[in-house]
């Protein structure tokens, strides 16, 4: 993993929270989603919230790591933490082509326990659970998942 | 970080075999859980219990896992219930609606009084 850059304060007053990467690599989204919980600490994200945003994000990079990046280990996830005073963003982006691969299928659990749906797919659906907002880009080159929680002026850059 | 591989043990109870979890649920716990699963199933009790008091991480590919013990429970006829599950983990199988499927329950001896009592 590289190190997580020190905050810096944007002139459009988002605030870069950190900036870091982690190799593709199974597991990693809990290396992703601990350094995320460490980067918004000073911020009023506490308890089931954090816990809310930490599954968003490890459900995300384990995305990106495995569709994006097929956990080729050389393939890094990029992953920015960037808060303005009413929002949070977490982008993480992976080094995939064409549209972002989710199970596009939503997951109905009865259809899974009587073997109508695989019993994988839960990834988009927990995020979309967890966060106020999410938005998915891409490229031929990147796809970019940003996962957004919406704040109640808690960013000190904001103002 | 290195990933905590998930252990199982597993014991008998009066008509309860428990499933006593420590580690993460993910793609790395489907030996483990699948290998003590038919263990318990082997102790031929009406329920099963998974003992979550050991687990701190479950994800998108560890819900798939309990999606399929439970499909295996409901074509066995036995019943699954979760006890020691965290508020967030009681959250996702709140949305998942596992929580449906299988009782969720406080801690071990909620889930033993709910197992003697239907």
């Known amino acids: 993993m590289t190190n997580p850059k020190p905050a810096r304060a944007d002139a459009d007053l988002k605030r870069t929270l950190a900036e870091f990467s982690v190799p593709s690599e199974r597991g990693n989204e809990r290396l992703a989603m601990d350094t995320v919980a460490e980067a918004v600490k000073d911020l009023d994200i506490h308890g089931e919230n954090l816990e809310r945003l930490k599954t968003a994000v490890a459900e995300a990079t384990m995305n990106a790591m495995e569709h994006g990046n097929n956990y080729r280990a050389e393939s890094p996830v990029l992953i920015e933490v960037s808060a303005s005073y009413t929002q949070l963003s977490v982008k993480i982006t992976d080094e995939g082509s064409g549209p972002p691969a989710f199970h596009a299928e939503t997951p109905d659990l009865e259809a899974k326990l009587e073997g109508m749906q695989t019993p994988l797919g839960w990834g988009l659906f927990l995020i979309k659970s967890m966060v106020d907002d999410m938005d998915v880009t891409g490229d031929e080159h990147h796809h970019t998942v940003e996962l957004i929680l919406h704040l109640d002026g808690q960013a000190e850059g904001g103002k | ?118």
């Open chain 2, 1 to 118: 970080m290195a990933v905590r591989h998930l252990n199982v043990e597993v014991r008998l109870e009066p008509n309860v075999a428990v499933l006593d979890m420590m580690g993460e649920i993910n793609g790395f716990a489907e030996e483990a859980l699948n290998t003590a699963y038919a263990e318990a199933d082997a102790k031929d009790t009406k329920t099963i219990l998974l003992n979550f008091e050991g687990v701190d991480y479950i994800n998108s590919t560890g819900i798939a896992l309990i999606v399929g013990l439970l499909a295996k429970a409901r074509a066995s006829h036995k019943r699954l219930l979760a006890c020691n599950l965290s508020d967030h983990y009681v959250e996702i199988f709140q949305i998942t609606r596992l929580s449906d499927f299988m009782s969720v329950l406080p801690d071990e001896q909620s889930a033993l009084i709910e197992a003697s009592v239907s």
